[in-house]
């Protein structure tokens, strides 16, 4: 297998334990490079666990997982990747532009690459006219936006997007997907968490988390073909049921 | 108003702050600890002051009579709990004892000393007065006084004793701090401390608020590692904390008039080397903290052992012996020791070092703790 072969992510028994709490049991899952890979589940059922050990902010307990090809946690991959976390993660104290320029330097951007990019990435989250306003005067909605624009500022090969669309109205939300397979097309690689059915099924997979276990993971419709139902919540329950009957039986 | 929703807002507080338990621990323990750590360290009066006797006393024989010397009546007589006494020979030896810090004072009794206290009594309107010499620092105002009191106190023990009553003077020559009040003493001391706490605490709130809102984890998943996140936010806060000292400075200056001898370079640096040991304490407590709310908890027990035993307010001789030592413990205690010791003693960086090292070993102490407390983190 040649390193372009390799899989953008790969999990071996991936467990995360915070003292007898179980987050992520014992996780195998693959990501193929250039793919589009949506996590779903209810809160606490350890997605954004998940892919803080993917990012090298948390250590897993047990198991080993690979990203780009190299065994995490490793520095040297995190340049090449992008993280957007769920709570926003810029700062309230500065201006958009601030923000931007912060994560543009930390990636080693210098200044005039830093200024084409902030351009195009305000341009694509919809806020140029924002730009030197304060970060918390934003609404909830912008300040996703904001974190979104400075999880793209580096161009990365792979981005964990944790619920990159949350207060987004659904105009804009169309157009980050447009984006997303635009970066699909150049190779990016994507593992993206949502709580919008509908949006999970613009991913080439999803995987059902539940009680930090992947419970099911395939095609979209594929999932909806094997469930036997027309909506991925309600195959999302079939599936849950099934694993719960596993466990008891 | 209505009553009812008074009551709702107040029971839904009560029971926010009863749900924390360490939000309820704090609010009867920070109370309790500051009583007894104010009522133990405002308790103490000045003892163990280091101060030097040179008698030079040749005493009085009367006619046909032993030779009295009523210098070692009153040095008898001295309270050794307020003063540590040693006795030279030679007064210039002495003083280079206070010129490098050892002693407060050499405490001098001129070679008539007797003699002349013997002529005032039997010769009142001669108008002779037998003199005692104290050399001291008076940059401490309070450890001054105390040696002040014990003399005046030891003579009048003596004459009472003697049942005499000769005109004695105290002469004061000050080494250091000529025409020193209090404010020359404070300002150095507040200098430190304010730096202390508003770059401890700021420092902390800023850093809670970074593992809230996130920005800590996405830096921590870019190439940023933790070290350069605890000097990026040292180089800040000591550059921050020699600008407020330079602020300070100029308006203890002219506004209160305050004494400065010394390079007041050395002040900045270190100052500028508590910021960065604050800075590093302040992230290393934020890993304690969910929220801002519980990283205030913090302030009684990061506030008080500073305003307290650093010697700010009062010298270290002031303080409890027993608590004494824990003043070692507390970083601001060697930033006032420098600040006060370039500003009002004149003292360069050959006889400021130790506590600048000492300063540098805090810093590298908590600057590693805040290191680990990050990587800690992602266990």
């Known amino acids: 297998m040649t390193k372009e072969d390799k899989p953008a992510i790969e999990t071996m028994g991936l467990t995360k334990r915070f003292g007898n709490f179980i987050a992520v049991n014992n996780l195998d899952l693959k990501v193929k490079k250039g793919e589009i890979y949506g996590l779903l589940g209810p809160n606490g059922a350890g997605k954004t666990t998940l892919i803080k050990m993917l990012c090298s902010i948390l250590n897993p307990s047990d198991g080993s997982a690979r990203v780009l090809g190299e065994q995490i946690p490793d520095g040297n991959i995190v340049s090449h990747i992008g993280y957007m976390p769920q709570e926003t993660g810029v700062y309230m104290g500065l201006t958009v532009d601030q923000n931007l320029k912060f994560y543009g330097r930390v990636f080693n951007l210098d200044k005039n690459e830093i200024e084409k990019r902030k351009d195009e990435l305000l341009k694509f989250v919809a806020l140029e006219d924002w730009k030197h306003e304060m970060v918390e005067n934003l609404s909830g909605g912008m300040k996703h936006r904001v974190s979104l624009a400075c999880t793209l500022i580096h161009q990365p090969e792979l981005l964990f997007l944790d619920e990159p669309t949350v207060g987004v109205d659904p105009e804009l939300r169309v157009s980050f997907w447009d984006y997303f397979y635009q970066l699909r097309q150049k190779g990016v690689t994507i593992l993206i968490t949502t709580h919008y059915m509908d949006e999970a099924r613009n991913c080439d997979r999803i995987g059902f988390m539940q009680h930090g276990n992947l419970i099911a993971e395939d095609a979209p419709l594929k999932l909806l073909e094997e469930s036997g139902k027309d909506s991925l919540e309600d195959a999302f329950l079939v599936f849950s049921r099934r694993d719960e009957n596993m466990v008891r039986g | ?379």
């Open chain 2, 1 to 379: 108003m209505k009553f009812y929703r008074v009551m709702a807002v107040s029971r839904r507080v009560f029971r926010d702050v009863a749900n924390d338990k360490r939000s309820l621990a704090m609010l009867f323990l920070a109370p309790i600890f500051a009583m007894c750590v104010f009522g133990i360290a405002f308790s103490g009066d000045v003892e163990d002051v280091n101060v030097i006797i040179v008698n030079q006393d040749q005493g009085y024989t009367p006619p046909m009579g032993n030779t009295t010397y009523l210098s070692q009546t009153i040095i008898s007589n001295l309270d050794t709990g307020v003063l540590n006494i040693q006795n030279m020979n030679n007064v210039d030896e002495a003083r280079q004892k206070v010129t490098d810090g050892s002693a407060s004072a050499v405490i001098i009794f001129p070679e008539n000393f007797t003699q002349d206290a013997m002529m005032a009594t039997k010769n009142p309107s001669s108008g002779t007065t037998a003199e005692i010499i104290i050399q001291g620092d008076d940059t401490i105002t309070n450890i001054k006084n105390a040696i002040l009191k014990t003399v005046s106190d030891a003579i009048t023990d003596t004459m009472s004793e003697e049942g005499v009553n000769p005109a004695l003077k105290i002469t004061s020559e000050p080494i250091y701090g000529q025409d020193a009040e209090f404010i020359d003493f404070f300002v150095p001391g507040i200098l430190a401390f304010v730096v202390y706490l508003l770059t401890t605490i700021l420092t902390l709130i800023t850093f809670v608020g970074e593992r809230a809102n996130g920005t800590l984890e996405r830096v921590l998943a870019s190439p940023v590692t933790e070290g350069e996140v605890v000097t990026g936010y040292a180089i800040t806060f000591g550059t921050l904390g020699i600008l407020q000292v330079a602020l300070l400075l100029v308006i203890a200056i002219a506004v209160f008039n305050i004494i400065v001898v010394g390079n007041v370079l050395l002040a900045f640096l270190a100052v500028a080397i508590l910021a960065v040991t604050c800075q590093a304490l302040g992230i290393l407590l934020s890993s304690l903290a969910k929220r801002p709310e519980q990283a205030i908890q913090f302030f009684p027990f990061v506030v008080l052992p500073a305003f307290l035993l650093s010697g700010v307010f009062w010298p270290l001789q002031a303080i409890p012996e027993w608590l004494r030592p824990f003043s070692y413990l507390v970083p601001p205690t060697y930033a006032v020791e420098a600040c006060r010791a370039v500003m009002l003693k004149g003292w360069g960086l050959e006889k400021i070092w130790p506590d600048l090292a000492a300063l540098v070993l805090f810093a590298l102490l908590f600057l590693g703790l805040a290191v680990w407390s990050l990587k800690r983190g992602k266990k």
